[in-house]
């Protein structure tokens, strides 16, 4: 695969997006040592320093656009799997798509789409993994939520090697899911789930729901039980866990 590696991009899922208007083949990656204008969900600044992971995949699966945010988990869970097995570390997942130890944030996914209806051009997948960072720099209001490998294992963890390990539990994933596994996946990431069974708050446009989160249907869609029994699917949105 092409990799593209940079000392300092903006974006590398802004990158990532030039390069694949451009006709760049599925696979190609790129990865910056650090961002300018790192972005995270719902518009949101991602500090990028030095020693983190900052890395976006393009990918043009030939599948429905709908399936598209199913790609999100897909990633959430191999981030989750290599973190675990590479650095021993209990991980879990809070929905959507954050990798937590404890319960605090040490990855971000950002997957972007270019489609229409019909047909997905491309998507890029972007992930951000505080890895050498020290999360104490971090302006206050992030420091709390949010952990480094560094500050959890109190050592440096060589950055290529886990990339390397990251790609290769990836390709596996996403070749599940264009075989169709995706259940398969779901199993995996409900094993790494924080969110089912915990009471959540969740965000989206300007409306707040609040319950209990019960499961992930086939096709990721959160569903929480609301206090009067009903149930809600949750396409979206930000999710706090409450207790
Ligand atoms: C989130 O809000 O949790 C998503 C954060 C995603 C950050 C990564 S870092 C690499 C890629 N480039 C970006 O600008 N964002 C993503």
Redesign the pocket.
Known sequence: HEIHYFNEV?????V?KELAKDGAVEGTI?I?ES?S??????G?K?I?PEG?????IILRPKINPAKAPQLTLVTGVAVAETLKNECGLDVGIKWP??ILVGEK?V????TEAQATTKKVEYL?V????DLNVDVKLFPPKLREGATSLKNELEKEIHSAELIQKFLLNFENRYNEFKEDKFPEILKQWRMFSKTIGSYVEVHKRGRTVKGEAVGINKDGILILELEDGSLEKVVSGECIHVK
């Not at 903006?10 to 802004?14: A, L």
């Not at 204008?37 to 719902?42: A, I, N, S």
């Not at 990855?107 to 950002?110: H, W």
């Open positions: 903006d974006s590398t899922n802004n990532a790129v910056a961002q204008m790192g972005r995270g969900r719902r949101k991602w990028s983190g992971i900052w890395m976006s798509n954050d944030k990855c971000g996914i950002l890029i972007g992930i951000g993994i």
